[in-house]
Each structure stands twice: as C-alpha cells, then as structure tokens.
C-alpha cells in the first residue's frame, strides 16, 4: 500500500470536500458557497495509492498553562473514506501529522476522540476533567446575588474576555481566544448571554430552546471571583425555573463540586479531551516557574524519537532552560509527559500511580515543583 499526505492544495479541494461530505454529512453535498475547508484551519489530504482517501484539520491555538502558553493543534474532522478503511491509512495520517505538526511549530496537539484507544496509539491521552453537572432545579444552592447582572449580545464578547482570561490563566489547556474566535464558540444561533458585575467578573449562555420541564444546558459558564460565580449561578436558577435539571460543566476546582454538591445531583466526566506533547523541550521551556530547581529527565516516544532526550531541565523565575543531557533522574512516556505538562493528572499523580520512574528524590522533587498540578479543561469544540 502506498501512502502520500500533505497539506491540501487547489487541486485537492474537491477531493477533501467529497471525503467530509462522505463521512460527517451522510453524503449530502457541501454547498459550492460554504468555506470548506475553512481558511482559519489547516487542512491535510491523504492518498492511498495514489487516490484521495483521508482529511483532516486543525485548528490554531494558543493554550494556557498557568501563566505559560503553548502552541497547540486542534486535531479535527478526522475522516477516512469508507472504502479506504482498515487499510492503516487513518493511522499511518495521524503518524504523519505529529511530525508535521512539529515541524510547523505546534508544542502540542489536542482533540476529541470518536474513541480514545485509537488516538492513545499515537501518544495522546486523557488529560484534565470536564466535569458536568446535571442538578434538579430544588438542589440549585439558593445563592445571594451580589453584582448586577445584565444582558449582552455577542458583539460584546469583548466584555467577556477579561473574566475569560483570568479562568484560563488560573488552570491549563484554555484556548486564548480572539474577537472572531467567540463568535464562532456561540454558535450559529446567537445564544441569550448573562454577565455578572462591571467589570465583568463571571458570564453565562444559554440557548433557552425547549419548553417548560425541559433540562436547561448551559453553553459556556465562567467565572473569575467566588462573587461573580455565585452571582451567576442564582441567575442561572432563575432562569431554570420554568425548566428541568440545569446542566453545565466546571473544571476539578469549580465551586459546586468543592461547596454545593447535594442528593439527586448527578455529576459525570463529559467530552474529554486528550492532549499529547510534540515538542518536548519547547514545552518545557513555555512554562512559568514559581520557584527555582533541575533535573533530567527522558520521555519515551516512538512516533517522535527527537522527544526522548534525556533532557537537562533548570528552571528558575526568569524561566526555564532546557539542554540535552546523558542520563535520567525521572522517566516516562509520552502520553505521561503530556499529562503532567499540562497538569492534570498532574506529575505527582503520576508517580503515585507509577507512571513515572523515579531514581533520584531530589531531582523528582524540582521536576514535581515545575511540572505543577493545573486543573485543565479546553471549552472550545472543533
Ligand atoms: C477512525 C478512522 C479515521 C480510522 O481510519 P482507518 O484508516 O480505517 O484506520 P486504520 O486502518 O489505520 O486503523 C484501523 C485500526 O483501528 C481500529 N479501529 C477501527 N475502528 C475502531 C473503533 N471504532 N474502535 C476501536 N478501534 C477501531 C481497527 O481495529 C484497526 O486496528 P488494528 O490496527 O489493530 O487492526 C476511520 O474509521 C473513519 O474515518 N471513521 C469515521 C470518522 C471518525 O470516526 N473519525 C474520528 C473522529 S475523532
């Protein structure tokens, strides 16, 4: 079998058009006027003996790790013609990509997966906690609103951005996003938006579809301060009033779980995302000491031997400065390396659940204070 991939040209348009339409629209062609691809992603083209058989996109980011930022792909639309699968196409692509990716620059890479073992060949793995919560309207803490509250129509997403910036900053994997980025996180149909506070210290949307009794999802509920949280959530009840169960989702550290869980609360892991590291040292050198310490350390990866090191790590408050090294104070693999990069499960899980060798405590001491436990939840979908 013969395999080609790059990045889609003139030429291949159609072909990518035909494969997506096959494969995430029962067939129904895209409309001649619709940008597909579109030009904010990349799009990629595989050939399986020399006829187009596979797509893919990304979508550029900029993810947050605490006050670090790294480059991240966001893997989508992955698609292998029926009549093409089972032939490794779809694997030898995703192989493809994480060189590719790397040699364009991308630290990291994320996505959704149809399922997770498919993707774990390839180094991803499940990194953060979306937690969703589904809670009866009678077990919605009764809250004292204590900031205005008021309307805001999605031209005004940049009132939104300073409660955003300050959620993402605190925690891992949040995409930083722009002006035209938020329009396309609302979605098609402009959604009711509420803000707490002026400034805006915490934000809410829903969609309000449905009728009386109907749960009631929230599409994205943010918060910088316990205030605007608290806020927010009274509004949110008042809005579910008329309405069945309230569902929306919080990182590990969101107040309901710490403050308001009760009876009859249903709470489950929703729409994880996995993350994998493809540019070891660069990511390592993203991060944002709060302290100052070194070790070496050496990160398994068959798909991306340039990864492997082992790797001399000193870091201090004026940052992080990474060397090749001979031997290793801590090991790992890839799908570890990218979990504790970002920071949930962070390095010391890790260890504990002995994912991580160890062969010197100090060492592992300074790589647990720099690889730091984050919450990590990416809230935009691709
Ligand atoms: C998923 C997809 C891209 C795989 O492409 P492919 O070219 O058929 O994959 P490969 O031939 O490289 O690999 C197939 C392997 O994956 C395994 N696999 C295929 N479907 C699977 C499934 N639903 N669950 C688990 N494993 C699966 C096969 O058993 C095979 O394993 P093997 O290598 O041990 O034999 C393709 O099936 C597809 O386009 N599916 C529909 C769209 C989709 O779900 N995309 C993913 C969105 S994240």
């Known amino acids: 079998m013969g395999f080609e991939f790059r990045e889609v040209t003139a030429e291949d348009v159609e072909a990518v058009r035909?494969?997506?339409?096959?494969?995430?629209?029962?067939?129904?062609?895209?409309?001649?006027?619709?940008?597909?691809?579109?030009?904010?992603?990349?799009?990629?083209?595989?050939?399986?003996?020399?006829?187009?058989?596979a797509a893919f996109s990304i979508?550029?980011?900029?993810?947050?790790?605490?006050?670090?930022t790294l480059s991240c792909a966001g893997v989508a639309s992955v698609a292998v013609l029926?009549?093409?699968?089972?032939?490794?196409?779809?694997?030898?692509?995703?192989?493809?990509s994480l060189g590719d990716l790397r040699a364009r620059g991308y630290e990291t890479a994320a996505l959704y997966?149809?399922?997770?073992?498919?993707?774990?060949?390839?180094?991803?793995?499940?990194?953060?906690?979306?937690?969703?919560?589904?809670?009866?309207?009678?077990?919605?803490?009764?809250?004292?609103?204590?900031?205005?509250?008021?309307?805001?129509?999605?031209?005004?997403?940049?009132?939104?951005?300073?409660?955003?910036?300050?959620?993402?900053?605190?925690?891992?994997?949040?995409?930083?996003?722009?002006?035209s980025d938020w329009i396309n996180r609302f979605g098609k149909r402009p959604p009711m938006i509420?803000?707490?506070?002026?400034?805006?210290?915490?934000?809410?949307?829903?969609?309000?579809?449905?009728?009386?009794?109907?749960?009631l999802p929230v599409g994205e509920f943010v918060w910088s301060t316990p205030a605007g949280y608290e806020t927010m959530l009274a509004t949110l009840r008042a809005l579910d009033i008329n309405r069945g169960a309230l569902i929306w989702h919080e990182p590990s550290d969101g107040p309901f779980l710490l403050s308001h869980m009760d009876q009859g609360v249903r709470v489950c892991l929703d729409r994880h995302t996995m993350?994998?590291?493809?540019?070891?040292?660069?990511?390592l050198r993203r991060l944002v000491p709060e302290s100052s310490g070194e070790f070496r350390i050496r990160v398994d990866d068959s798909h991306l031997p340039a990864n492997v090191g082992p790797w001399q790590v000193r870091f201090g408050l004026d940052g992080v400065d990474v060397s090749p090294a001979k031997e290793a104070d801590l090991e790992l693999g890839i799908a570890a390396f990218s979990q504790a990069l970002m920071g949930e499960p962070s390095l010391?899980?890790?260890?504990?659940?002995?994912?991580?060798?160890?062969?010197?405590?100090?060492?592992?001491?300074?790589?647990?204070?720099?690889?730091?436990?984050?919450?990590?939840?990416l809230m935009d979908y691709f």
């Not at 400034?199 to 109907?214: L, R």
């Open 18 to 53: 035909h494969i997506w339409s096959i494969v995430y629209r029962r067939g129904e062609p895209i409309e001649p006027g619709e940008e597909v691809p579109r030009a904010d992603r990349l799009s990629f083209v595989g050939f399986l003996d020399g006829r187009p058989g």
């Open 59 to 68: 979508m550029p980011m900029k993810v947050t790790r605490g006050d670090g």
């Open 82 to 96: 029926p009549e093409a699968r089972n032939a490794r196409l779809g694997s030898a692509f995703m192989e493809w």
């Open 113 to 179: 997966a149809y399922r997770d073992s498919f993707y774990r060949r390839f180094g991803y793995e499940v990194t953060g906690r979306r937690w969703q919560i589904r809670c009866p309207p009678d077990r919605l803490p009764d809250l004292e609103p204590t900031l205005p509250v008021r309307h805001v129509t999605p031209e005004e997403a940049h009132l939104l951005d300073r409660p955003y910036r300050a959620f993402a900053r605190a925690r891992s994997g949040l995409f930083l996003r722009e002006q």
């Open 194 to 215: 509420y803000a707490a506070g002026d400034p805006v210290e915490a934000y809410a949307w829903v969609s309000m579809e449905g009728s009386f009794w109907d749960d």
């Open 275 to 283: 993350f994998r590291a493809l540019e070891v040292p660069n990511a």
């Open 348 to 377: 010391e899980v890790l260890l504990h659940a002995g994912k991580v060798a160890s062969h010197d405590e100090a060492a592992t001491r300074a790589a647990r204070a720099l690889l730091s436990p984050r919450p990590t939840i």
